[in-house]
């Protein structure tokens, strides 16, 4: 009994750290937006100068990803807070129906894993090279900590406890 309210207690950690990022994001929209043009200018490139993409300054290519991202980011908390719910109430249940429980806890938190590795490590990182200038750094290290975090809890939660 003990592992599976120790699981739900990681989801809901984990929902709450996804929602209270997107709520970040939402609550500092303007600051949020001139980070994503900032990276996806490519401005300030001058370790790696030259990249295969190119720069993307058009608002509204900005304005989506960034939908993407806080939408990534809001789905993955809210899910997950689904999750959290379900497995809270199947604490008692037949291990199958725990088992069972746990599908949205694992959807939000896989999708925290497509959020801070796919686009800000994928995209920002590797595409955008986001890693050459300071506040990209910081950027990532923090989608890095988020990252393991959801992948963490991921494994843990996938595993059986019964």
Not at 45 to 58: E, Q
Not at 95 to 105: E, I
Not at 139 to 150: E, I, K
Request: charged share 10%; with cysteine; proline share 3%.
């Amino acid at each position: 009994m003990y592992l599976r309210i120790l699981k739900t207690v990681f989801v809901v950690l984990i929902a709450l750290l996804c929602l209270v990022y997107a709520a970040q994001n939402i609550a500092n929209l303007e600051a949020c937006r001139a980070a994503f043009a900032y990276v996806m200018s490519n401005a300030d490139h001058k370790i790696y100068p030259v990249s295969f993409g190119p720069a993307i300054t058009n608002p509204a290519l900005i304005w989506l990803a960034l939908v993407f991202v806080v939408g990534g980011e809001l789905s993955a908390g809210l899910l997950s807070a689904k999750g959290a719910l379900d497995m809270w109430s199947a604490r008692k249940a037949p291990a199958g129906d725990f088992r069972n429980a746990k599908k949205y806890a694992l959807i939000g938190s896989g999708l925290g894993i497509v959020v801070w590795l796919g686009f800000f490590s994928v995209i920002g990182g590797a595409f955008f090279q986001m890693w050459q200038t300071t506040a990209g750094q910081a950027s990532m290290s923090d989608a890095f900590r988020f990252l393991l975090a959801c992948g963490l809890v991921f494994i843990i939660v996938s595993m059986p406890e019964d």
